[in-house]
């Protein structure tokens, strides 16, 4: 079955580390993105990417970076730049063939210590 | 700009009792409206989605939605939870069709009495 991998479900940051989160689709999606959330702040866009090569900030862009060398894969990473980097991560895949809904993955969980 | 609200932080319902929560955007044109529902822990599933022809939509588990243009709502209903419905839904509006970004609204947390 196609879908969305996150991993892993749980990640411990220390001050000042870089972490990535990886994102992995395996259903062909041109367009992917990431999400943030927080409790009552509902998801919010870090990054997003419509092609290989090419990607653009989203609403919350500071202290995250992105890369997308290949379609399939749209690794996350949390720079010690981002202040606050404590949160849910998701990441999410555009579907044409689901309505033009996203396909979620099962969620990142940062915790920084 | 666009915007999403759903107003209810939280619901309480009684398990076989009806449900709708509700949901109102802010955009110029008819949007692509979606509701999906989260598990503790979990991603975001798809429930039922709109954005052209009949008004009232179904999707899994039981649901449906009704777009309202006069009101610039899209509310969920069901009319009999079950325990098992207990998560938070949140309603999105896809507001921008060349980047396929999608606004998400802050979320209704369910909670089901057994």
């Known amino acids: 079955d196609g879908g969305i991998t996150q991993s892993p479900k749980y990640l411990f940051r220390k001050e000042g580390q870089n972490v990535t989160l990886s994102c992995e689709q395996n259903?062909?999606?041109?367009?992917m993105y990431w999400y943030r959330q927080d409790p009552g702040q509902g998801l919010r866009l870090i990054y997003y990417?419509?092609?290989?090569?090419?990607?653009q900030k989203g609403d919350i862009a500071e202290g995250y970076s992105v890369s997308r060398e290949k379609k399939e894969s749209f690794p996350l990473t949390v720079t010690s730049a981002q202040k606050n980097p404590t949160a849910f991560y998701l990441c999410?895949?555009?579907?044409?063939?689901?309505?033009?809904?996203?396909?979620f993955g099962s969620g990142t969980r940062l915790t920084v210590v | 700009a666009q915007s999403v609200t759903q107003p209810d932080i939280h619901i309480t319902v009684s398990e076989g009792a009806s449900l709708e929560l509700r949901c109102n955007y802010s955009?110029?044109?008819?949007?692509?409206l979606f509701w999906y529902v989260q598990s503790p822990g979990q991603g975001l599933q798809l429930l039922l989605k709109?954005?052209?022809?009949?008004?009232l939509v179904q999707g899994i588990k039981g649901f449906e939605a009704e777009f309202k243009r006069s009101q610039s709502s899209f509310n969920l209903r069901k009319p009999s939870v079950h325990w098992s419905d207990a998560a938070e839904y949140f309603c999105a509006v896809g507001a921008d069709p060349g980047t396929y970004k999608y606004i998400f609204g802050t979320g209704t947390r369910l909670k089901v009495l057994a």
């Open positions: 999410a895949s555009f579907a044409r063939d689901r309505g033009y809904g996203y396909t």
């Open positions: 709109y954005f052209s022809g009949d008004t």
């Open positions: 955009y110029g044109a008819t949007p692509y």
């Open positions: 259903l062909n999606h041109d367009a």
């Open positions: 990417s419509q092609i290989v090569n090419d990607f």
